[in-house]
């Protein structure tokens, strides 16, 4: 098989498809890989690196979508990339086509193969190919909010580990799954007041007995959501029904519930979000 690596486009994207230990891999199995140069360059990978692993670089992303029988990214294609689609071509890579319609219109109209990554599940059930995003995310998710309750960036200016004489900030994570379990790591480490909502009670069990009574469960219903979300200064959105949209689990009255300057992330955004009024952006216009 040809297996095209195209630079990824999106904004800000500085990762790529394959690491150099995988170009290796596929050709050791008899496989051609062309990679677009300068694709590596934002991951510490060279075009020396790829050609040395075995891998054909090539000029231009036209050449690598026209000639590949399967092309492997990270990120969905964006519009500029949609004219490289054609009858017949694989494309393997995180689509997350519950909130773009017309990119999956589009994939439809040119026959497409389009194998999603987060939604291949293991022999057990679970999805071995969104967990390591998902363990990244829930982790960041924190980093990220607790930069934002800074007064300087509009937030509350509230500590997440707050100081001896006031009390930590309180984190909401709605969904207590990979991206909910790594989030509630990092908020406790960091010394915060955590609770997590969960829809699955064998779930906030296993929760319960892995953090030892750290953190407090609730079970999820727009009651318990609007009480949480009203006293939280940090929410956190990472439900998740593999392959569908994200249920709107906080909504726009909720959001209008919550204190002046606490911060939301929602992690499920790219599964059109859990929270009503969340909507994607980008690091250039966050
Ligand atoms: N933005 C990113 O970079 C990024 C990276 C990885 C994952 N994600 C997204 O984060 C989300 C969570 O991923 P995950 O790997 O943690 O999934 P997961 O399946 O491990 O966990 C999802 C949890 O949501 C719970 N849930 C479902 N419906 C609920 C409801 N109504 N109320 C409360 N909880 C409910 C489930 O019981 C489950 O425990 C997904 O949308 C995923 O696509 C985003």
Redesign the pocket.
Known sequence: MIIGVPKEVKDHESRVGITPAGVKALSEAGHKVLVETHAGELSAFTDDAFQSAGAEIVGSAHNVWGMADMVVKVKEPVEKEYGFFREGLVLFTYL?LAPLPVLTDKLLAKKVTGIAY?TIRDKQGT?PL??P??E???RMSVQVGAAYLEKEKGGRGVLLGGVPGVPPAKVCI???????TNAAKVALGMGARVKI????LN?LRELDDIFNGRLITVA?NSYNVARATAESDLVIG?????GAA??K?VTRAMVAGMMKGSVIVD?????GGCIETAKPTTHSDP
């Open positions: 997350h987060e999805l969104l967990t995003m998902s990244v995310a829930g709605i969904g207590g799954g990979i991206v909910g909502i969960d829809l699955n779930r999820s990472g439900v998740l029904i593999p994200a249920p689990i992690v499920a955004i790219d599964q």
